[in-house]
């Protein structure tokens, strides 16, 4: 699996692409969307909720990587965050359930492009896992132990994937005409 930088920054990049609905006419933006950012960036890591099971149970392998990461569970989860911001706001179903559908799917997609066991994907219909033949990620491999060296390898490339993605994000904003140019004053 990916490490939870690559979760949390496909999390950032998912909330940047949609930044603009969150802030208000006049505010500034940074107290609008502090929240919006940390649930957007929580249903991004949200799949590997299941890995708290195997922490305290003592076999991460068991728990971890299974029904959570299933993109059955991902539309239920959207259906639910959609419903509740609705529930609250009495407006805002569609767009929550598309973010949180985009958060918790993508995290079991980077997962299925990972070197590991694969995922179950359509649990609970098939108990199979399947996997990328061309991985993308090395990911985390904890039965390496907390402080492997092996997960430097990770870090890197994981490192790398952060920046590659906010390159993408500030080219599209920047194209969009989102980002504020200095007037050299």
């Not at 930044?19 to 890591?45: C, E, N, T, Y």
């Not at 068991?62 to 239920?76: A, K, Q």
């Not at 066991?117 to 033949?133: D, N």
Request: charged share 15%; aromatic share 14%.
């Amino acid at each position: 699996m990916p490490s939870p930088i690559a979760h949390t920054a496909i999390g950032y990049v998912i909330f940047r692409l949609y930044q603009r609905g969150f802030s208000r006419k006049g505010q500034r933006w940074i107290r609008p969307v502090a929240r919006p950012l940390m649930v957007i960036i929580s249903l991004s890591i949200l799949p590997d909720l299941d890995s708290v099971a195997g922490i305290l149970m003592g076999d991460f392998g068991r728990y971890h990587n299974t029904w959570t990461h299933s993109l059955i569970v991902g539309l239920g989860v959207a259906l639910v965050i959609g419903s509740l911001v609705w529930l609250i706001r009495h407006s805002g179903f569609t767009r929550w359930f598309i973010l949180a559908l985009l958060c918790y799917e993508l995290h079991i997609i980077m997962d299925f492009f990972t070197v590991g066991r694969g995922v179950k994907a359509f649990w609970p219909f098939s108990l199979e896992r399947f996997a990328s033949p061309v991985p993308v990620f090395y990911g985390l491999h904890w039965s390496y132990g907390w402080l492997s060296m092996r997960h430097l390898l990770t870090l890197v490339s994981e490192v790398g994937f952060v920046a590659l993605a906010g390159i993408i994000v500030f080219l599209y904003l920047n194209r969009k005409g989102r980002i504020p140019r200095s007037t050299g004053d």
